[in-house]
């Protein structure tokens, strides 16, 4: 691309177009991106950057790849897009049979929506009306972890962290919410109950007014990105039966094997009543999201006042979506993705941890396919991204992270690629 015509695009970018989290009077510097293909990102201005943040924790067999762009073309040939009310089709079928397949034991029912923060909320409406259902329409409320996140919707922003969530700014039309301590206990220390404490007290005192707790199970994910030990959520799920109260995991960052496990809370041997998917569901390719029940929430929302679950997007299961979904689905059986996981694992432990001992360092952290280094102080995010491009890397910090969760499609020398630009950039911090 010749220089005046980035500069023309750029310029209107900037002045006319939000990102995300953006100021229109402020707007930080962007990179145009022309082509994209496996873990490389290629810019306008020649620059080709290994991909760290696999397009926030979407993208797992690489971009641009043939046989996830052959099922959109051929499904394109087909129809890209019907309405799903009255109407349905195979993608859709397809892929619901597989999520019920592959997913925890007990969850039967799927629902198709747009994006991750919209699958929340579909899990939080079909949480209320499942007691509205019950005639117990007084437990409309949801508990939910400090330090979580859970999406950007107003729905789904009420049972962010009330603090980094930014609560304040839309208090008069927030949906009150209630929150419990995050686990204290990291994923590899040994268990303590005491961290349970705050939970079981805020289930004993407020349950009559809860649909529901709601969890990133193991990640906690924009909220820091802090794994938390198995035995929190097998107690939380315990808890949550002891005092009638759903049990939602979000698995929109972890589903599809980020932490070494197929889905997250499968490291604690349990099933939620309530699960959702985004992101990686697609393999990265197009917005669709998920929310999977149970038979009794399903019939019981079924059997109520409305007599159906009342939700329904334009683009409901998209066909296009639920066609790259199957392959990418089908890619990822097709191959012992879990060793892949693990070795991912093995690397980046064997060459993140000793950053550890760096002076901006306060910690460093791997679980899975995901590796995070927490400084002491904040990064400050335009020139930290800079210093990256320079060693050849897309990674976005933010706050006091600097943390990649690759494609696993991430060879050993490219990995590398991204832990040394890593400890380089932060050990010059
Ligand atoms: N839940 C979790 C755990 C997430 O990580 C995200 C995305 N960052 C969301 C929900 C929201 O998904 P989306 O951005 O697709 O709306």
Redo the contacts with the bound molecule.
Sequence with gaps: MNKDTLQSLLQFDKEHIWHPYSSMTNPQPMQLVESAAGVYIHLATGEKLIDGMAS??SVIHGYNHPELNQALVEQTEKMAHVMFGGLTHEPAIKLCQKLVELSPEGLTKVFLS???????DVAMKMAIQYWQAKNKPSKHQFLSLRN??????LG?MSVCDPVTGMHHLFADVMMQQHFTESPSVKFSEVFDEACLEDLKAKLETLHESLAALIV?PI????GGMKFYHPDYLKAARELCDQYDVLLIT?????GFGRTGELFACQHAGIAPDIM?L??TLTGGYI?L?ATLTTDEVADTISNGEAGCFMHGPTFMANPLACAVANKHIELLQSFDWQSKVKSIETQLKSELLEAASYSAVADVRILGAIGVIELHQSVDMPSITQSFIEQGVWLRPFGKLVYIMPPYSITETELSTLTSAMKTVVKAL
Aim: no cysteine; hydrophobic share 30%; net charge negative.
């Design positions: 926030w924790w747009d994006s991750g923060s919209v699958s929340v979580g996140y859970h999406g950007d919707t789904s990133e990640v906690q994910g924009a979000d698995e929109i960052a972890t959702t985004g992101k917005t999201a």
